[in-house]
């Protein structure tokens, strides 16, 4: 079994930056990928990133080139690095995995981002 939990959330103005972490523990070697959504009040829930464990990376085209997904393997941990932030951006985030590709087994419990002057 693997756990995920994430931190890194908080308050932060228009344009500034945040990084969030998603540390993996149990049997965390066996995760293939790791995901991040987020969902806004109201909104459905949206896919952010993914990176698997071979390095692969994908973006939606909301956070394209203001955000980073990125591993450290020794700390089984799983960022994200999000730049240029807008209001929008606001909303609780969460990292999920599995051990098969795309098949989400594992949730965290979320970390509150608020964008907001």
């Known amino acids: 079994q693997v756990q995920l939990v994430e931190s890194g959330g908080g308050l932060v103005q228009p344009g500034g930056s945040l990084r969030l972490s998603c540390a993996a523990s149990g049997r965390a070697a066996t995760i293939y990928f790791t995901r991040w959504y987020r969902e806004a009040p109201g909104n459905q829930r949206e896919w952010v990133a993914d990176i698997t464990l071979g390095g692969t990376l994908s973006y939606a085209d909301s956070v394209k080139g203001r955000f980073t997904i990125s591993r450290d393997n020794a700390k089984n941990t799983v960022y994200l690095q999000m730049n240029s932030l807008k209001p929008e951006d606001t909303a609780v985030y969460y990292c999920?995995?599995?051990?098969?590709?795309?098949?989400?087994?594992?949730w965290g419990q979320g970390t509150q981002v608020t964008v907001s002057s």
């Open positions: 999920a995995g599995g051990n098969r590709p795309w098949r989400i087994e594992y």
